[in-house]
Nanobody, 115 residues
Framework: QVQLTESGGGLVQPGGSLRLSCESS????????LGWYRQAPGKQRELVAI???????EYGDSAKGRFTISRDNPKNSVHLQMDNLKPEDTAVYYC?????????WGQGTQVTVSS
């Protein structure tokens, strides 16, 4: 089992920034992937950004050029820096980890972009 602890999120104005963090209960080096997905009302869950084993970073189309994912190895964590946020970024953001051929999910954190 992998426990994921999410932090960050909240309400921000368009053009603003937020930082999400996700800490894994397992060593980050034992995970096949650790990152973020999001789900807006009425839409499917989609990839935001993820770091795969070996340090390969993958971004969803909506995140490219505005979001940056980074890894904090000593804390078994990833951070998602989100800049130039838009109203369409409003969603519940879920941390995701791959371990032992299974997917694990955090409880989700709400990000709302509104003036």
């Amino acid at each position: 089992q992998v426990q994921l602890t999410e932090s960050g999120g909240g309400l921000v104005q368009p053009g603003g920034s937020l930082r999400l963090s996700c800490e894994s209960s397992k060593s980050i080096f034992s995970l096949s992937a650790l990152g973020w997905y999001r789900q807006a009302p009425g839409k499917q869950r989609e990839l935001v950004a993820i770091i795969r084993s070996g340090g390969v970073k993958e971004y969803g189309d909506s995140a490219k050029g505005r979001f940056t994912i980074s890894r904090d190895n000593p804390k078994n964590s990833v951070h998602l820096q989100m800049d130039n946020l838009k109203p369409e970024d409003t969603a519940v953001y879920y941390c995701n980890a791959g371990w032992n051929w299974q997917d694990y999910w955090g409880q989700g954190t709400q990000v709302t972009v509104s003036s």
